[in-house]
């Protein structure tokens, strides 16, 4: 089945900077790539996806990259705002499924004002 | 309602006891999720419902877990004889059934504490 590892666990910024948060995964099948951000005590909510078709997708001041040979993909967060302070969750399909994913064990964002 | 609603929101239960955990997804929402998260884990798949069927059922952790769902809409994660292990957080999810969405919205969750 999918394995989705997700680097690095932890991760506090000053705020300004920019924020990365990678993710490998182990499926070649895989397709979709969304991620979630989970707020403190709040639901996971998708922030954006990535299809295998593009290798770029942005959307103002996040953006996901997608590296289909060595199998990973990178979230990215630029002039971090305290607000983005959260779980950020990657996932992956298992089997090329379009409903079942697999998520990595997330990394808490803190971006210190 | 606007949303995935899960109920309750908090249950604290005493080992072998049962417990009901339940989904109300969004209106019109044919696909249905439960995952699990554990204190610094990830989202961990437990069963898919597509209308009232589950055609996938791998990721229930033991036969003390099971789920149901009725009228394509409403449904229960069941947890009988409950160990301590089980306390987490049930995440409730549905999505609309299309391949090219593949977006999860999610409900807040059932916090559940087994003493």
């Known amino acids: 089945g999918e394995n989705v590892e997700q680097h690095p666990s932890t991760l506090s910024v000053q705020e300004g900077d920019s924020a990365v948060i990678k993710c490998t995964y182990s499926?070649?099948?895989?397709?979709?790539f969304p991620w979630y951000k989970q707020e403190l005590g709040k639901r996971p909510q998708l922030i954006i996806d990535?299809?295998?078709?593009?290798g770029e997708k942005k959307d103002q001041r996040i953006a996901v990259t997608l590296n289909k040979t060595a199998k990973h993909f990178s979230l990215h967060i630029t002039e971090t705002q305290p607000e983005d302070s959260a779980v950020y969750f990657c996932a992956a399909p298992q089997g090329g499924s379009n409903y079942k994913l697999t998520f990595g064990k997330g990394t808490l964002l803190t971006v210190n004002p | 309602g606007a949303g995935v609603s899960q109920s309750p929101s908090n249950k604290v239960t005493e080992k072998g006891k049962d417990v009901e955990l339940r989904c109300d997804p969004i209106?019109?929402?044919?696909?249905l999720y439960w995952y699990r998260q554990s204190l610094g884990q990830g989202l961990e798949f437990l069963i898919y419902f597509q209308g009232n069927s589950a055609p996938d059922k791998s990721g229930l952790p033991s036969d003390r877990f099971s789920a149901e769902r009725t009228g394509g809409s409403v449904s229960t994660l069941t947890i009988q004889r409950t160990q301590q292990e089980d306390s987490a957080v049930y995440l409730c999810?549905?999505?609309?059934?299309?391949?090219?969405?593949?977006?999860?919205?999610f409900g807040e969750g059932s916090r559940l504490t087994v003493l």
């Open positions: 209106s019109g929402h044919t696909a």
């Open positions: 499926d070649s099948a895989s397709n979709y």
């Open positions: 999810a549905s999505s609309v059934r299309d391949p090219n969405t593949g977006e999860l919205f």
């Open positions: 990535i299809r295998s078709n593009v």
